[in-house]
């Protein structure tokens, strides 16, 4: 049963153009993550939620933006698209379990092409 | 600064052979560890992970890892390795207890008959 749920799995956006990518969880976790992982190249962490208290990576791009409207929804906004933000976004969440941060779950990513 | 390494770009192994991937880790303090696969297209999929306590940890599909604090290695192995083991693997380090991890920049596994 799927658990950390991206949609779609592929996108394909026009330079320039805005584009949403949408991750929902069933975990009920209480943080969200973002990563960004280039071809070949390790995932590389964007932005999480805690809860609602959003925190950015410093090197993290003025061009994305995240929303967190509730605990299971997620959104990664990229408001103009470079061809050097074409990569998979991997969205990850984790819970609290007596006391301790539990690991992260991985959704499948989403591919996003920039044409 | 922090940081995990990953030497081994990509390895290749005869299919019942054993595996051994290497991963050092560069903190201030032990962190907390974790291995994860990627096949390609597809997320990642957690292994197992060190926390603290048993160096010797046991993760799922016949992996375990050893954490060594003098080698500052966390090394993942397989006794046996089986063609679906072909995949993409990342050791990942966490300094802060919150999954902020930082990845290394994974090993390539290719398995032959």
């Known amino acids: 049963d799927a658990m950390v749920i991206q949609n779609p799995r592929y996108q394909v956006t026009q330079f320039g153009k805005p584009v949403t990518l949408s991750c929902s969880q069933t975990?009920?976790?209480?943080?969200m993550y973002w990563y960004q992982q280039k071809s070949s190249q390790a995932p590389k962490l964007l932005f999480h939620?805690?809860?609602?208290?959003?925190?950015n990576e410093a090197d993290t791009p003025d061009n994305f933006q995240s929303r967190r409207p509730n605990t299971s929804f997620c959104f990664l906004d990229i408001r103009s698209p470079g061809l050097g933000d074409a990569a998979m976004y991997l969205c990850?969440?984790?819970?609290?379990?007596?006391?301790?941060?539990?690991?992260?779950?991985f959704g499948q990513g989403t591919r996003l092409t920039v044409v | 600064a922090q940081s995990v390494t990953q030497p081994d770009i990509h390895i290749t192994v005869s299919e019942g052979a054993s595996l051994e991937l290497r991963c050092n880790y560069s903190?201030?303090?032990?962190?907390?560890l974790f291995w994860y696969v990627q096949s390609p297209g597809q997320g990642l999929q957690l292994l197992l992970k060190?926390?603290?306590?048993?160096?010797l940890v046991q993760g799922i599909k016949g992996f375990e890892a050893e954490f060594k604090r003098s080698q500052s290695s966390f090394n993942l192995r397989k006794p046996s390795v089986h063609w679906s083991d072909a995949a993409e693997y990342f050791c990942?380090?966490?300094?802060?207890?919150?999954?902020?991890?930082?990845f290394g920049t994974g090993t390539r596994l290719t398995v032959i008959p």
């Open positions: 990850a969440t984790s819970g609290w379990d007596r006391g301790l941060n539990t690991e992260a779950f």
């Open positions: 975990l009920n976790h209480n943080v």
């Open positions: 939620y805690y809860d609602k208290d959003f925190n």
């Open positions: 903190y201030g303090a032990t962190p907390y």
């Open positions: 060190y926390f603290s306590g048993d160096t």
């Open positions: 990942a380090g966490d300094q802060t207890g919150a999954n902020n991890l930082f």
